[in-house]
């Protein structure tokens, strides 16, 4: 609790950084009082600070000196003097040596109990700084990777090897559960999952040879070589998994789906278990859902310009379809998300059913589809009309059943949310009518469709520019040429259109581009992902086509005729802006 005095400071200090007028500010600590919150947390909830301005007015208030350690890199024998897991623990990092004394940043350094441990943990006299918890954890990133290593380290104790599994195999369920308790093969798999949550992974694969066990991490949509395990470990590191997501460690011959939790470091990690019997044993693959994540929105995922305002308004109408396709991990469901919290509002009843639940967010009503008692898209869908919704969204529609209900809830005045299975946004019209949806329904409820894929975004730290070679201009040109300015009295119009800064003009001979690198910060010189995107609504030219059947490449010649950006234009669009590829469009928009 903070001191009279030192709240005076606070208060000070914001008026004095213009983050707040003064009767915000008023109002502001009425409703700090009301909610029993720290003001300066209230500030930082409600985004009104950044981290870095929030550590530093902490900082003046506790008197204590201030480090912004985001983009300092720290040498590796300065971070060995406090392993990285006290690091974590006590949300403190060293950063360099001052006159025999260690210089260690931390979240709190008003806490002297710690910093006492962390003296007698290095045996050095320490110089506390007060740093933001983005600025730790992008330390603690720079700790090497030593997850072969500690998993090695901690499976090596576990006194069993392939002979002696084989000869001694656990057969019941109580004799793999005392296997399971050993501390060794918890630590190993809470290295692993460690690991996999501080490297940015989305997917961890374990997978079963025939004299090996294969660990590999999804990173950026790309799957990665992560480690080799001794066979042996595998029954014991399946049965851990498999007690820790509540499901049947004595059951290996059909495939078992459950989930868990964890927390790492900060974040608090929703992990979803899949697990299918392989020839070689058992392959688990578990989705990590990081519910610490920023809020989602659409122009975070990276919807821009006219594709952006037709989605807003699709989803702002009293009523119709808005309708996200692509393959597999493309973004669908997150785009829905996206949407959802673009509208979401107490006076609105917004219900889902979904398969799974990846995301659970307040203000909405969510519910499992579970096939094994009856609650399937269908059944799950007439029983959400009965609830007076005003936004449904239904997670994948997948037969004429389910899109028979959703466009008789659109029609009966209900925003539908949905995704589809098709390569494009051209084909959602032609499987619509495949799935025997009348054209005039189709007409009557589709509001938007868009298409969508994921690409790596180019690392902002170590991303270089590049001219184009001519391969690429050329491609460039036939793809924008009628899409960029035509001169430069037309960059700024143009570009705040498309939702870009300074788009080069078109037809030139010469285009800057952006080369991935590499850096302690990224992967290969790519970190995280964004969406490419094509988006179109129906007009009456759309409508005379649906009447005639037309087909997905009839439809994507209308739309485009209509003035739609297609995903590999709008992939190279980013490219232009610095936030991709050209060779990372190619890979996912090739064909487009």
Request: charge should be neutral.
């Amino acid at each position: 609790m903070l001191t009279v005095e030192n709240q005076q400071k606070v208060e000070h200090l914001i008026l004095e950084s213009k983050l707040v007028s003064a009767s915000e500010l008023e109002a502001l600590k009425l409703e700090a009082i009301q909610q029993n919150t720290p003001l300066i947390a209230l500030l930082g909830q409600r985004q009104l600070i950044g981290d870095e301005e929030l550590a530093k007015i902490q900082a003046k208030v506790a008197g204590v000196p201030y480090v912004n350690l985001a983009d300092v890199p720290i040498q590796a024998d300065v971070l060995a003097l406090l392993p990285k897991s006290f690091a974590q623990n006590y949300k403190a990092v060293p950063f360099g040596l001052m006159q025999g004394r260690l210089a260690m940043a931390m979240l709190d350094p008003t806490n002297v109990q710690a910093v006492d441990f962390l003296a007698r943990k290095t045996g050095k006299g320490l110089v506390v700084y007060m740093a933001s918890q983005s600025s730790i954890e992008r330390v603690l990133t720079q700790y090497p990777n030593n997850v072969t290593s500690d998993v090695n380290a901690a499976i090596q104790s576990v006194n069993v090897n392939q002979k002696s599994a084989e000869k001694a195999k656990p057969t019941t369920a109580k004799g793999l559960q005392t296997l399971v308790q050993d501390a060794p093969i918890t630590r190993a798999l809470n290295a692993i999952l460690d690991y996999a949550t501080q490297s940015g992974a989305s997917d961890i694969h374990i997978e079963p040879r025939e004299k090996e066990l294969k660990i590999r991490y999804r990173v950026d949509g790309l799957l990665q070589d992560t480690m080799t395990l001794p066979k042996s470990v595998e029954p014991a590191l399946v049965s851990r998994i498999k007690i820790l997501a509540n499901l049947k460690i004595d059951e290996h011959r059909v495939p078992q789906d459950g989930q868990f939790q964890i927390q790492s470091g900060s974040k608090e990690v929703d992990l979803r278990i899949a697990i299918a019997p392989v020839v070689w044993g058992e392959q688990i693959v578990i989705r990590l859902l990081d519910k610490s994540d920023n809020v989602l929105t659409l122009d975070g995922l990276g919807f821009r310009g006219p594709g952006l305002r037709l989605i807003e308004e699709g989803i702002r109408k009293p009523h119709g379809m808005t309708l996200s396709t692509g393959p597999t991990g493309s973004g669908k469901s997150t785009t829905l998300y996206a949407a959802i919290h673009a509208i979401k509002d107490v006076s609105i009843n917004i219900v889902t059913l979904e398969d799974p639940v990846e995301y659970k967010m307040d203000g909405i009503n969510q519910i499992q589809v579970n096939g094994d008692v009856g609650l399937t898209f269908a059944s799950g869908l007439r029983s959400i009309l009965r609830q007076d919704p005003n936004v449904v969204m239904v997670g994948e529609i997948r037969d004429r059943e389910t899109a028979d209900l959703a466009v008789q809830a659109a029609l009966t005045g209900h925003v539908v949310l949905s995704t589809l299975h098709t390569n494009s946004a051209a084909g959602v019209l032609p499987r619509l009518l495949d799935m025997g949806i009348e054209p005039f329904l189709i007409s009557s409820t589709v509001n938007t469709v868009i298409g969508q894929r994921l690409v790596r975004r180019v690392c902002q730290k170590c991303k270089t520019e590049s001219p184009a070679n001519e391969t690429e201009v050329a491609s460039i040109n036939a793809s924008l040429g009628g899409i960029l300015p035509k001169d430069k009295s037309e960059v700024k119009a143009v570009s705040e259109e498309l939702g870009y800064d300074d788009l080069p003009i078109a037809g030139q001979s010469a285009y800057t581009l952006y080369r991935a690198n590499g850096c302690p910060a990224c992967t290969k010189g790519y970190r995280g992902r964004l969406g490419i995107c094509e988006t179109f609504s129906l007009n009456p030219a759309m409508e005379k086509l649906l009447a005639s059947h037309a087909t997905t490449g009839e439809v994507q010649a209308q739309a485009q005729k209509d003035g739609m950006i297609t995903m590999k234009q709008d992939g190279y669009l980013k490219a232009l802006s610095g936030l991709t590829t050209l060779e990372e469009v190619a890979r996912v928009a090739a064909d487009f």
